[in-house]
């Protein structure tokens, strides 16, 4: 079966960096437009950037732009996310998220995607 298991969450202090990544198995990862999306305490999961198939088209909600990177290595079916400049708004637990088969475009809507890792929690201390 699908599965995605997120790693590299954890405390970072304001302004600090972190990078976590999504290992996907149970799936040929090239076809699958990837994404990422966090939910804090309280509040409906967001999007908050997201990878077309192979790479090439990267989309980031308003509030990471120019902070975090998304990235892709279908030779090892992995999902990076590369989070710079954080700040305690950025506290969350993230998760990875891969569209169904064959859907290779990014969409920003939770309900767009098929397959879910169990999160990782991201607290980021002022």
């Known amino acids: 079966q699908v599965q995605l298991v997120e790693s590299g969450g954890g405390l970072v202090q304001a302004g600090g960096s972190l990078r976590p990544s999504c290992a996907a198995s149970?799936?040929?990862?090239?076809?699958?437009?990837m994404g990422w999306f966090r939910q804090a305490p309280g509040k409906e999961r967001k999007f908050v950037a997201g990878?077309?198939?192979?790479?090439?088209?990267?989309y980031y909600a308003d509030s990471v732009k120019g902070r975090f990177a998304i990235s892709r290595d279908n030779a090892k079916n992995t999902v990076y996310r590369q989070m710079n400049s954080l700040k305690p708004e950025d506290t969350a637990v993230y998760h990875c998220?891969?569209?169904?088969?064959?859907?290779?475009?990014?969409?920003?809507?939770?309900?767009?995607?098929?397959?879910w890792g169990q999160g990782t929690q991201v607290t980021v201390s002022s």
């Open positions: 990878i077309n198939w192979s790479g090439g088209q990267v």
């Open positions: 998220a891969a569209r169904g088969a064959f859907e290779v475009v990014v969409v920003p809507d939770a309900e767009g995607y098929a397959y």
């Open positions: 149970g799936l040929t990862f090239s076809s699958y437009a």
